[in-house]
T-cell receptor, first 114, second 112 residues
Framework: EAQVTQNPRYLITVTGKKLTVTCSQN?????MSWYRQDPGLGLRQIYY???????DKGDVPEGYKVSRKEKRNFPLILESPSPNQTSLYFC?????????????FGDGTRLSIL | GENVEQHPSTLSVQEGDSAVIKCTYS??????FPWYKQELGKRPQLIID?????GEKKDQRIAVTLNKTAKHFSLHITETQPEDSAVYFC???????????FGKGTTLSVSS
């Protein structure tokens, strides 16, 4: 089954404790992206990747890192999480390096930073 | 950069009525406009999309219209059903073609 898989689905942690949210897709998609969703603000892009070893900042990249060592994986790293990063996070992927292709979303990761 | 405005933020209709959600975008170079439906606690799911070379696209009870001159596009849902209740997001491709810029969403409630 074609899908985007995120782990963990839920996480409660404390300020300053490094964490990684994994994202994996099995569709051989070139393009992958991370969004955060906050009430009243919609979906805002954090980082995106056009292909392996090619990543770039989105609208709200502060406090986050990403890597794209393999085509299927695009982890989101919070080196020193803070409470303002409490949010619902979605990973998405699409077929080509240009994002005018349908994006497929993972099931989301709800992070709470205390 | 690209900006997408979405209206209304909430919409309540009776079952069987039509619902219309409108979005405007700022970058005239945008050429791809998807719509996503997000049910409570779930991921956004693509329901329909349109590219700039067409003015209208229809899929059963759902249609999207695009006016490139006015830089706005709309989602039309006919014969609404309670299972249409969800948050709907419009989006437009960014100027650089590397990101989707989303509207802030419309919460649609369909009462029976």
């Amino acid at each position: 089954e074609a899908q985007v898989t995120q782990n963990p689905r839920y996480l409660i942690t404390v300020t300053g404790k490094k964490l990684t949210v994994t994202c994996s897709q099995n569709m051989n998609h070139e393009y992958m992206s991370w969004y955060r969703q906050d009430p009243g603000l919609g979906l805002r892009q954090i980082y995106y990747s056009m292909n392996v070893e090619v990543t770039d900042k989105g609208d709200v990249p502060e406090g986050y890192k990403v890597s794209r060592k393999e085509k299927r994986n695009f982890p989101l790293i919070l080196e020193s999480p803070s409470p303002n990063q409490t949010s619902l996070y979605f990973c998405a992927s699409s077929l080509s390096g240009q994002s005018n292709q349908p994006q497929h979303f993972g099931d989301g990761t709800r992070l709470s930073i205390l | 950069g690209e900006n997408v405005e979405q209206h209304p933020s909430t919409l309540s209709v009776q079952e069987g009525d039509s619902a219309v959600i409108k979005c405007t975008y700022s970058d005239s170079a945008s050429n791809y406009f998807p719509w996503y439906k997000q049910e409570l606690g779930k991921r956004p799911q693509l329901i329909i999309d349109i590219r700039s070379n067409v003015g209208e696209k229809k899929d059963q009870r759902i249609a999207v219209t695009l006016n490139k001159t006015a830089k706005h596009f709309s989602l039309h849902i006919t014969e609404t059903q309670p299972e249409d209740s969800a948050v709907y997001f419009c989006a437009a491709l960014s100027q650089a073609g590397t990101a989707l810029i989303f509207g802030k969403g419309t919460t649609l409630s369909v009462s029976s």
